[in-house]
């Protein structure tokens, strides 16, 4: 009996996914001494590139076809979108001050919709000039497209850089804030241009707006219920295994309800998150419970991280890309970089910050800090299979693997000197107001 032919359980695909995070970790912890994120995405990336060697050397073996396999038998897209993303919105969400939230509530909200919407135009428009010179000849509305997918920080990304470094207050609040809303609104932003592509029909402004309307408004409308009602059945009691259930219900039952509803799950979980880390636990908890609470879902978080960037550098193995989508790839980084930097500026143009958001040293940070990762590799591989998916892939896959390797390298550094920058001006603005 050929025992190797018996179908993998999700229970085999999560267990080996599991373990190859743990080994690989255990060796970079050791070996490489990278940040996790970065040391299992390169590892990832690694694995892919010697399968798809050992498939060249010697093609009887196969097992760049056995690790596809896997891949596409896990389904990445709804593997991210419907499960562990709503449990890393709300875990990173449990650690954002409401309040210096509150302050920055302006930059925030101009970021997360006014720069998505702008970057994505940016986007669109960048590509498609690109693509004609290269005479490949692919529609606008699939390069408007691409804009979605690769215009949203991802939030995984920046929380975890976040949580590692002493940013000042507001800063942190405007740069985690901005990660936790506005991968919804790119998401919502996505699905409509995805439907117009698809449909082949004319995009129209107004049903878009409608659209984003119903998806946006009905996500943050959930999120609120949810934490408002677990906020309140956590108050009735002081019993900390019920406490954590009623948080994992509000993200698993939550995200669901959005779901079936076609309504913005990533919003509803950072909407949830915020109430249930800064008014449930200050107002509803136990020092027990809070410390249960807040723990498990750091274990939750870490655990997701980590299989989250094996995955993204396995699925290096996904694409083969020809030149000219190599050329397309190469091109998408600058592209990106560009459009995110002239949508912060324009996004904070209309903000007169007294507190330093808008200071350059903070704008480099919000900058640089638009890290993309595992939603825009989602959001591609749910494309319908083709010339244009092959083409899109390449360029998500540069964008990301730029976005982790480098952006999130470098941008500890980058952090570190703005402080003193923000610093400096701080200690020197009494000077000034006393003239």
């Known amino acids: 009996m050929n025992h190797s032919a018996a179908p993998l359980s999700a229970f085999d695909l999560a267990a080996i996914v599991t373990v190859a995070a743990a080994v690989l970790g255990w060796v970079n912890y050791h070996v490489l001494r990278l940040p996790n994120v970065i040391g299992l995405t390169v590892m990832g990336a690694a694995v892919s590139v010697l399968l798809l060697i050992s498939n060249a050397i010697a093609p009887g073996l196969a097992m760049d076809d056995w690790v596809a396999d896997m891949l596409v038998r896990m389904n990445f897209s709804d593997t991210l979108l419907e499960g562990m993303l709503s449990f890393l919105l709300f875990a990173g969400a449990l650690h954002v001050d409401l309040g210096a939230l509150r302050r920055e509530w302006l930059p925030v909200l101009l970021l997360s919709t006014i720069g998505v919407v702008l970057s994505t135009v940016l986007v669109g428009l960048a ?53 936790l809303f506005n991968d919804g609104v790119g998401i919502v932003v996505f699905t409509i ?41 956590m108050r009735s009691m002081d019993d900390y295994p019920i406490e954590v259930l009623i948080s994992l219900a509000v993200v698993m039952g939550g995200y669901a309800l959005c779901t079936r509803l076609h309504i913005s799950g990533p919003l509803a979980m950072a909407v949830a998150g915020l109430l249930i880390g800064n008014q449930g636990t200050l107002h509803a908890m136990s020092d027990t419970t809070r410390d249960y609470l807040i723990k498990f879902w750091e274990v939750i978080d870490e655990l997701l991280n980590s299989a989250l960037f094996l995955l993204i550098g396995l699925e290096v193995i996904a694409i083969v890309p020809a030149w000219n989508q190599l050329w397309v790839g190469m091109a998408a980084i600058p592209i990106a970089l560009l459009a995110r930097a002239i949508a912060v500026r324009a996004s904070l143009l209309a903000v007169r910050l007294r507190r330093g958001t808008n200071q350059p040293a903070a704008r480099r940070v919000l900058i640089w800090g638009g890290l993309r990762g595992g939603i825009s590799i989602a959001l591609v591989l749910t494309l319908p299979a083709g010339p244009i998916r092959d083409l899109l892939l390449a360029a998500t896959f540069a964008a990301v693997l730029f976005s982790v390797l480098v952006q999130r390298a470098t941008l500890g550094p980058l952090i570190d000197k703005a402080k003193d920058e923000m610093n400096a001006m701080q200690a020197a603005a009494p000077h000034d107001d006393g003239r």
């Open 127 to 179: 590509l498609y000039g690109f693509v004609m010179l290269l005479g490949m000849g692919l529609p606008m509305i699939w390069c408007f497209v691409f804009g979605a997918l690769i215009a949203p920080t991802d939030p995984v990304s920046v929380l975890g850089i976040m949580k590692q470094m002493k940013v000042p207050p507001l800063l942190q609040a405007t740069v985690t804030g901005e990660s």
């Open 193 to 233: 241009l995805l439907g117009a592509a698809v449909s082949g029909a004319d995009f129209s402004v107004a049903e878009g707006a409608r659209l984003f309307a119903i998806e946006a408004g009905g996500g943050i409308l959930v999120g609120l219920i949810a934490g408002t009602a677990a906020f309140y059945a």
